[in-house]
């Protein structure tokens, strides 16, 4: 008989994540059940809950972990992990559960979406393309004040997780020297990766393009204070591509206006943007509505891997895709 | 005694591309004739011409080459070489006299801009700036209708000339798959390149992005025609950034407003772009006012790959950066 | 005050594996306890068994681990994981410890070599050397017979754990196509590699050279046994660099001795090898006392990681460089 | 009409350097005039000569280069320029006909050998083999004794053509620091390779491995004397492999004997060696009998490369992939 899987995608729907095939190889290897896009009703979770080995879902919407005593895996698909406040994660420690998220299938989009951006501000692309249409374009030189190349600049990360990751490589062909701040890793370790560790300060003041590329955490809310916006220096670049969680977004709005440096922005404090919000005039800004993972592609991505680790996991063998919840992660995230 | 130099950048000027340092080292090298950014008078010219072993300049205007006897190198800083309606190469290619073009200077530049330009497109970064700015963005996936990735992609190069080198490696790490189509090219050089040959039909045919690189030749004017743009898939991009001379702009202007394909634009055929003219409203295409090669860093790079191959020529080496005028390819360019 | 850390090498010494560097810092970050290079004295350890946090070693044998209420890690030194027939690994993943094996530290080393062995019976180096100093070389293309070149080869992994992925980029410049055996990953995993995944059978009868690169297990003892030998083509070399416990070494032997392959070897059955053992003196094999990881270099990496990750685990972060014991892992290990 | 080629491959053969498939290919773009791989009798070249294009061959041996007046390309397939004192080089300058040295075919064979001879010498693998065999081998750290790995070591090119240019990027992996010293080629040029321009006595005296990869030419003889030899390091690796040539080869042999340095060597003073050459028994040394480029797939690159460059020239264009003959090289290397 096969193994029992919860499919429960939430606000996510099926036919997003999953290509025809990779729902077929899910049939296959297990007894599905699913919702059909709505929340599985309690009684029927009831009835298989003693014979359920992972859940596929985003919130855990089923009451105490105890209760399934089987379960073996919760692989989420919504991007980021469950607030910790609401997941019981200890029990799963201790059970030995996997809790996985499915970030890593946005990775290389948003990793291209945040070379895209900042290549668009360092080139002045949209303000270019803008300019032609409006027919007040300069050509040559005179149409290239303020834009520089990637080429041998030195850029900083803020955080070096899976997103980081993921854009490394591609501005390896750019020769970039890349600093790296991230306080949940070792010198040794960013050292072997072959970036170089640095304060926030001093790679705040000598990055030509800062990203923004960490996870938002209990301890990294406006991490980017206007003290620290401060010390970026007047030519360079602020590619915000993770979460708007890790920046003074009233402060970075303002000194657009002042015109102390310049940015590319893909997520916001507050999304749908308030309509009047000062940031939809600001200079020297590209603006994106959240679209650097959000495509179709991206999310069939969450199905592949969900996939390819549940038959993993089901085989007997550790998962390889998704990214699987570390005990001192967990804890550092803390309630978000 | 230093060997006689004439330097005659023309429409160019000596602090545009020569850093001080560069001029220095020109200034060490040899006896530098400069007519101060105005043509050289003919008379100066006249009183030095039999000791004169090289010229930097973008037209010869100085009479017949035999009047030059001493003439090792002519090296040309406007990025394209002379035309040959006007320009003696046969004089040059029997005598030995290197004829050499400062073009590969742009290369990166130009690459760089490509790349951008596609990724522009690609994720719709203008248009989606655009939105934000006037209050009509979408977030998530109804953001991202009709975007896709670079990785894995099809791609197709009209031209595999310097500047299709210098954008190959900025394409590694998304994993295209590269067409070329470059008929002065053999099958098995271009193999050996790590990209596939391919018929020209074929290429626009199976391209996600098409890029046009190739250099204007007599041959290749209007290459792309109405009948050949009409092969192009309606989800591709065409990134126009070589010259405008290889595409019947008329027929390209008509199928972008048919929405057919999509294309990113950096080269017209008249620049400045005539103020009425259809393209500045054309919908899915990204433009700009031929801004890749033309930046301030872009014009230095001219400068420094001179002093570098003049420094070889004196001392009795091949040049080794500038693009040294082949015959054949003279004879094929043709006069433009 | 400091945490308690037991550093108990065992055969190994502390020398050997830290660099002064490296030691200080360990002293900085623990109050390390250390028996210098003998077994700590059991009243030693339970006089602070209360308050140790981790221990560096090789073995366990401390008695139950239970009996160490504030235990977070077991940092092995060894280049293996303990045997689970001796070691608690059960205990460890109920209580969160983790138990992080040094291996990687070797890979780099491991991979070189994999690499030089390949070369050297590609070309034929060892046998070419020989030659010469016997007064028997063939100069050039008599010379040269049965060589090969490793560009454009197909190659065969046995294994993609850390030594493949440390052994993948050094072929890379070559473009060898990869085809890989891991039982343990998915097909959709090893794509996502950029690998080939094939079946044992078919790798070993396309491969031109087969790469023996997995760790040993319950499940692939002589899984290289004489009738899949028997699959590898003539001109074909086999690279046996993890374990000999993979490969049935009689039949091995044999077939060497028969001409039916060649082979480059680095572990054996039994080492020291047998002063008369057979594979002494067998043709067309490259042969190396299991020389790959162990040299002054790479056992100094041990004390690195093993820093670095204990560094991290202190200040409540995730360990990264170090391999983590995974429970589906060691469970399909098995007893070795 | 076909246009009229001369194949006379001298002292090579017709099968060795053409596939079936090559000479077919030429077979189907020239009328071929070829000797059997006998010279081609003087009365048939002279029936042919004026309408002779392209000559195939290894020297000339024709008369007067002025008695074919149609002559546009002459191929060499022995792997270097004929020598200027028997080839009238100026009157092909003058007259534009192409100088094509086959030199490029054996570029990635001889740079696999240097990075497996290298490998082999670090890694101390021939004498490793030779121990087990004669049952002496040490184990592990023991058998370890003055071996290194290349990871990040800094290493030497003397010489920076096609060679070199092919052996850096099987050493990118690596992460070596590449310093090279070429007096032909400017610092800019060098550095814009992403290498680092050197003196030859500072290149001798601070790389691990030195890898000698220049042509040979009238300016570079023992190039590397006594004294500059003096200058390698203790636990240095002296790697020749492009000629002889350019080493005092009896203080090399003598400095071998006294343990100062190591080596490994493919080519020698006078091949064959003689049969009581000291170098024969030296220590420290791995030898090889110049076996790196002579294969059969490297000769048969030789006939790729022919026929691909005669197709380009032929439907004129320039020739892309064998080493065409630049006047002030030929003028440096000078007699030999």
Known sequence: MKPTVLLDPSFRRMKEIFTKNDRERLYDIANVVWGK?????AEKVAKVRKEVVAVVGSDWRYGPIERFPRLRAFLEVSGRFPDSDYFDFETCFRRGIR????????GPAVAEMALGLALAAARNIPAGDAAVREGRERFGLAGNIHTFHLYDQTVGFIG????????????APFR????VYDPWLSEGFLRAQGVVPAGLNALLGTSKVIFVLAAPSASNQALLSRKRLERIRNESVLVLISRAHLVDFDALTQMLYAGRFRAAIDVFPKEPIPKRHPIRKAPGVVLSAHRAGGDAKGFRGIGRIVVNDL?????????QEMQAAQPEFIRNLGPR
Chains 1, 2, 3, 4 share one sequence.
């Open 311 to 319: 038959e993993a996991i089901l085989a007997g063998h550790p998962p």
């Open 176 to 179: 970039c020297r890349i600093q």
């Open 37 to 41: 896009d709505r929340p599985i009703p």
């Open 99 to 106: 809790v996985l998220s499915c970030a890593p299938a946005f």
């Open 160 to 171: 070096f997780g899976g997103l980081a990751r993921a854009l490394k490589p591609l501005l």
